[in-house]
């Protein structure tokens, strides 16, 4: 099935590893076939993974990009995830870390992705922080 992205000028996205920046203006890309894309807003450097939510995102989101880099960013998801269980008490949030296991179990990295995002904005909110949209720097999804 087809991915339509619709990008705003100078909007950056990843695909397969190789960083794409739009031009001046408004665009619309079709990839045809299955591709890992993640836009700019999605995108986590590593200095960035300061909370222990993030440090679950950050290895999910090597693993969605990196195939040759899965197995390390694997063993760090597991350990980050791990910890993180080990102190949540929310039924809830719970079952959503075992969800985002059960998605990079399937090899779904960017399903993954983004139920992490709710691990997020959970412990943004228990920790008074920003909210998860703002948790990420300001920069665009797909995939």
């Known amino acids: 099935m087809p991915l339509k992205l619709s990008l705003r000028p100078g909007e ?15 665009a619309a890309l079709v990839l045809q076939n299955k591709a890992s894309v993640l836009r700019e807003k999605d995108i986590m ?8 939510a993030k440090r ?18 694997y063993t760090e998801f597991a350990q980050r995830l791990n910890e993180f269980m080990g102190v949540v008490r929310d039924p ?5 870390c075992i969800g985002v296991s059960k998605e990079v179990m399937a090899g779904e990295y960017y399903r993954a992705l983004m139920r992490c995002r709710k691990l997020m904005s959970y412990e943004a909110e228990r920790l008074g922080l920003r909210n998860v949209d703002q948790s990420l720097p300001a920069r665009g999804h797909a995939g």
């Open 12 to 26: 950056r996205f990843v695909v397969n590893g190789a960083v794409v920046q739009n031009g001046d203006r408004r």
């Open 56 to 73: 679950i995102y950050f290895p999910i989101m090597l693993m969605y990009l990196d195939d040759s880099g899965r197995d390390k960013a």
């Open 92 to 96: 809830v949030v719970l079952a959503e």
């Open 45 to 52: 450097q590593q200095d960035e993974a300061d909370t222990p």
